[in-house]
């Protein structure tokens, strides 16, 4: 298994673009997320998904739209960058039962903005 | 909401030694995961090891193990015999272990303590 994949690694976008940052895991797993990661304040949960064509709010959803239109895939899209979106973004997914289950976690994607 | 709280930003350990890195925590629910994570210059985010509150027995995982104290709502984790690929930013994160509610499965992370391990 390659366990949870993202790409890409590292992106800088001018302020205004849009771009996916995209998420796959091959673990059949049901529950997958996005965090963002910013220095002294952890991760925060941005949206998360419970299953194909199922998607929800996290902490802090602003500026991001995500879909989950297969098990394997669930893609972050910012519509509009802006510098306050300059973080690090990681990708999370475990099995349907996430309050009990482990979540394996992305090796990231560190975003700039100009 | 729950809040997690690592008040060392940084720590240093020699080689061989031990050392333990605080976590508090803020919550009124009685069943919850608590988690520890490293991340590795690599900026992977690994699982070293996961208590569950109903569990009284302290959470073991060879060199890693955790000192669990559910009233005063502290989980600290002790690394024994510290090596070097220890060095690394090490989270304590909180999951609550109901499964409706906003943020289903949402982890809830500390600010992270900076572990640096000396030759």
Same mark, same amino acid.
Do not use: E, I, R, V
């Given at each position: 298994n390659a366990g949870v994949t993202q790409t890409p690694k590292f992106q800088v976008l001018k302020t205004g673009q849009s771009m996916t940052l995209q998420c796959a895991q091959d673990?059949? =797993?049901e529950y997958m997320s996005w965090y963002r990661q910013d220095p002294g304040m952890g991760l925060r949960l941005i949206h998360y998904s419970v299953g194909a064509g199922i998607t929800d709010q996290g902490e802090v959803p602003n500026g991001y739209n995500v879909s989950r239109s297969t098990t394997e895939d669930f893609p972050l899209r910012l519509l509009s960058a802006a510098p306050s979106q300059t973080s690090v973004y990681f990708c999370a997914s475990s099995f349907g039962r996430p309050y009990t289950d482990t979540q394996y976690f992305g090796p990231g994607t560190r975003l700039t903005v100009l | 909401a729950q809040t997690v709280t690592q008040s060392q930003p940084e720590m240093s350990v020699q080689e061989a030694e031990t050392v333990t890195l605080s976590c508090t925590y803020d919550t009124s629910e009685s069943d919850y995961y608590l988690f520890w994570y490293k991340q590795p210059p690599s900026r992977q985010m690994i699982l070293v090891i996961r208590q569950e509150a109903y569990k009284q027995q302290n959470a073991t995982e060879n060199r890693f193990s955790v000192n669990f104290q559910k009233a005063a709502k502290s989980f600290s984790l002790k690394i024994s015999d510290?090596?070097? +690929?220890?060095a690394a930013m090490y989270f304590c994160a909180y999951r609550s272990a =109901?499964? +409706? +509610?906003?943020?289903?499965g949402k982890l809830t992370f500390g600010q992270g303590t900076i572990l640096t391990v000396h030759p």
């Open positions: 673990m059949n =797993h | 510290s090596q070097l +690929g220890d =109901h499964a +409706g +509610g906003t943020s289903y």
